[in-house]
């Protein structure tokens, strides 16, 4: 019983461990989180977008800052590295909103 229960434990325990020529884990999906906003986002945050790397990230701030931010999300398939296609799947993950502190009352 020791054993089988040991052995249960193991595989619990490795359950969550890739085995060597697997893929890693993906980025968890934003789903219920906020939407990310695409002129105030850090490179960090536009990464956690699942298919926006590190490269696309920085891509998009520098867009913002040569176009003085981005009119609407749509905008954003003018960055080279997105596409219709991934900005289909972004879209209800992004914004453009200003935030509070830069409105003018």
Known sequence: MTRMLGGLL?????AGVPVA???KPSKPAAGAAAP?????ASV????ALPGVGLKT???????RQKNGG???VE????????????????????????PKAERTQ
């Open 10 to 14: 193991v595989g619990v325990m490795l």
């Open 21 to 23: 020529g697997q893929e």
């Open 36 to 40: 990310v906003n695409l002129n105030t």
């Open 44 to 47: 960090a945050q536009l990464e």
């Open 57 to 63: 990230a920085e891509r998009i701030i520098e867009y």
């Open 70 to 72: 981005f009119k609407k």
């Open 75 to 98: 905008d954003v398939m003018n960055v080279r590295g997105v596409g219709e296609k991934g900005f289909l799947k972004l879209k209800p993950m992004l914004s453009v909103g200003t």
